[in-house]
């Protein structure tokens, strides 16, 4: 190691000449520059620094390493290791270089100043490894996570596609499904009217209205925006609007105290004909003779799901006629079991008083 101070101290029986026996065997590239000289030159290099870069010592000696950069070498890093270097301090950092060759490598470095016995610099000393693979390795791993963000950037977008055309399909069968229900209970009202008053026309003009709530069930459907779940809240204000457009509010009127909550789709058909069967129920037999009265509707979280409360203050279950040919006790039974819910009925003094527990499950539990 040609040009090195001989004033550190050594440990006995180790010279220099030691030093520079392992340095230049070592694997680790390395090169000793000398700051006292003009441009800072390099006076050493071990054999591994000469494999890295393809120079000869005799084309690197008494020259600044600069001839290891080229046209895309970081500037910045250039200029944030000149500044540590000419303030004494030490620098590591990655650098794009270049060998004889033309070909280009990357350079991770450190270097240290080698300081004599006043404390001034006399040499810089540098460790380097080459971090090709590495970088090589770090652009393959970015090209194929680009890759992967444009390939799940497609599927999403087919996902999304696919999914607009299901809720524009379902959105046009809910639309079909509600013109046909109207246009079946159009045709029992006209029947209806054509028949004579008796149970034959009473039957018609009921199953006309049960239609009719599905119809309101599906055109609710039809206009949110979420084809898979529905507001529970709006839906049953808007079925109750329907009922209610025909009464004498002086009379009778229908009062709601209804808790928002997102139900699923599914559940949509037969909660409008249970809540349109016992509303229409209690407004047709609770009020006889004018009486006055109001159907009050209540809808909330339980702890099982949800319980739905419908009572009037008529004149109560005792005390209203019996009908033998009556149907809507026995449709409220059927759909809460198809509900999965449990039913009870009961005399609210005055009136009647219906709670149903419905159970929610998954995305509709509470």
């Known amino acids: 190691m040609t040009g090195f101070s001989k004033g550190a101290s050594l440990p006995s029986g180790v ?16 090169v000793v520059t000398d700051p006292r000289r003009g441009d800072n030159p390099v006076v050493w290099a071990n054999a591994a620094f000469l494999t890295l870069t393809g120079y000869d010592r005799e084309e690197l000696y008494g020259y600044n390493c600069r001839m290891l950069q080229g046209p895309h070498t970081d500037a910045g890093v250039l200029q944030t290791m000149r500044t540590a270097l000419r303030a004494g301090r030490p620098f590591e ?3 794009l270089n270049y060998r004889k060759d033309g070909t280009p490598f990357w350079n991770g470095m450190t270097i240290n100043p080698v300081r004599d016995e006043a404390g001034e610099v006399v040499y810089f ?3 380097q490894a080459d971090m090709t693979d590495k970088h090589g390795l770090e652009l393959a791993l970015r090209d194929a996570n680009d890759a ?7 599927r999403t977008a087919d996902l999304r596609s696919a999914l607009e055309q299901k809720t524009a399909l379902l959105h ?16 029992m009202l006209l029947k209806a009217r054509r028949t004579p008053e ?17 119809s309101t069930a599906h055109r609710m459907l039809y206009s949110e925006g979420d084809v898979s779940r529905f507001d529970f809240k709006e839906f049953t204000n808007d079925l109750i609007a329907d009922l209610a457009a025909g009464l004498d509010e002086d009379r009778t009127r229908i009062e709601t105290e209804i808790e928002a909550l997102a ?40 702890e099982a799901g949800m319980r739905l409360v419908i009572q009037d203050d008529g004149i109560g279950m005792a005390s209203a006629p019996s009908n033998a040919a009556g149907f809507g006790r026995t449709l409220v039974e059927m759909v809460v079991r198809q509900l999965r819910g449990t039913l009870d009925w009961s005399d609210a003094g005055p009136g009647t008083r219906i ?7 998954g995305a509709d539990a509470p």
């Open 93 to 95: 950092g990655e650098l």
């Open 125 to 127: 000393f540098s460790a």
């Open 172 to 187: 046009e069968v809910d639309h079909r499904v509600k013109n046909n229900l109207q246009v079946i209970s159009s045709l």
């Open 355 to 361: 709670a149903i527990t419905i159970p929610l499950t």
């Open 263 to 302: 139900l699923s789709a599914a559940m949509a058909a037969p909660l409008a004909l249970l809540i349109h069967e016992l509303a229409t129920n209690a407004l047709r037999h609770a009020f006889p003779q004018e009486r006055q009265g109001r159907v009050f509707i209540e809808a909330r979280r339980c």
């Open 198 to 214: 008796g149970e034959t026309r009473d039957a018609l003009q009921a199953m006309a209205d049960r239609i009719g709530a599905l």
């Open 148 to 154: 992967l963000e444009r390939e799940v950037g497609e």
């Open 15 to 30: 010279t220099v000449d030691v030093f520079a026996a392992a340095f230049e065997a070592s694997p680790t590239p390395m």
